[in-house]
């Protein structure tokens, strides 16, 4: 059964509307330009946005403008700014130093944070330092081992990628700077979840987020590389080759939970399990696929153009420039706010009863590419993967949530698992520094290093 009450949806929306104006918007200074070539990149086509252009630098006059309207339209204390591309190094330090002097100018006493997701193959000492300085958090494009890895990501000649991935990681820890990872489940590395898994701790990604390749192109003649189509796009179009299946893309969901709750609950975060369980709880997911309603992450590209989504950079989707809308009047337009609802609205009925809705909430719409069993469009692509993933950690999600309620740590699943599995294993001695197996948050030495579970 669905733990959550159904919700009054006339609610829910007048509470979007009262609520403290804020939102995200992930810029891409650099436009669609990039020193890779990946074969399942949506965004290297959006040069056919804007024919006869070449420099997609994002002038420093409009990107003044942009911060300090970006900074003054949050009504929250805390102010991140996300950087993408494209590949966002190309444009070199110096220019984002300037990016962090215009944020300390018009800053008023809010805390700014900084995001910064590359390829990784342009790092050096230099970037590293940066990084280090000035506490940017850094998101690192990596698709698993190298097999995984280089099969699409690509550098310009075809070359592999791979070893320049893994020296910018060595960088990045030699300076301690702190990184996430970003892994494309493509149709070659969603057979090997469990070894991506353990690459990805093994390189110290601390926490993992799983992007599924889901694109379809469109049958257009004389171009050189195929176009990715609109989510509205009603001709010809079929799935590409390097798409994610649903089977097993649920497969893979599963293979890396069954590791993950039996060893690192709290030890390693996996965005989507995270997401999981604050539905199963009632909290917000913290991400927008999986929220009930969406339309708090804009995009905005280098001439400063904004459209509804990053997902959604097409003509249709186009809010206005900020050089003649203020950016917090397209962020709270009519038209975004529909934009948003209709990620719920749009649901068909054969959605509205399933018994995973709570988790899935129909994920991004678009991938909203099939029919359902009733024949009615609508219904995600993903559907059939996610409905294994979520029916098959539902039991765990149950006990956490659990556990929650009764003030305890989540973590207490590994344990219960190896009860009810009757399996006695003696938890392994973690090093003194390192965050405690319970979840507290807390070092293990200041935790606990005195409970019996780890006397020898």
Known sequence: MCPLPKSNLLFTDALKMQRPTAFNVMVKPTGPVCNLNCTYCYYLDKKKLYPGRNDFKLPEDLLEKFIKEYIEAQQVPVVTFVWQGGEPTLLGIEYFKKIVEI???????????????????RLDD????????NKILVGISIDGEEHNHDRFRKTNSGGPTFKKVMKGIELLHRHK??????????????????????????????FMQFLPAVERIGDISGDDRPSVVSPVYNQKAVVTDWSVGARDYGKFLISIFNEWVRNDVARYYVQIFDATLANFVGEMPGVCIFSETCGDALAMEHNGDIFSCDHYVFPEYFLGNINDKSLAAMATSQEQFDFGV???NSLPSFCLRCEVRYACHGECPKH???NTPDGKPGLNYLCEGYKM???H???YMEFMAKELKAKRAPANVMQWLRN?????????????????????????????AGSPLYKV
């Open 103 to 121: 944020q300390k100018k018009y800053s008023a006493g809010k805390n700014i944070e900084n995001a910064f997701q590359t390829n990784g193959t």
């Open 126 to 133: 230099d970037w590293c330092k940066f990084f280090t300085d």
């Open 177 to 206: 700077v702190e990184f996430n990872t970003l892994s494309v489940v493509n149709s070659y590395n969603v057979h090997y979840g469990t070894e991506t898994y353990r690459f990805l701790k093994k390189i110290g990604s601390g």
């Open 342 to 344: 209709s990620k719920r």
């Open 368 to 370: 909203r590419i099939i």
């Open 389 to 391: 993933f979520f029916k």
């Open 393 to 395: 950690a539902e039991p």
């Open 420 to 448: 009810k599995e009757n399996i006695v294993v003696k938890p392994s001695m973690p090093n003194r520094n390192d965050p405690c197996p319970c979840g507290s948050g807390k070092k293990f030495k200041n935790c606990c």
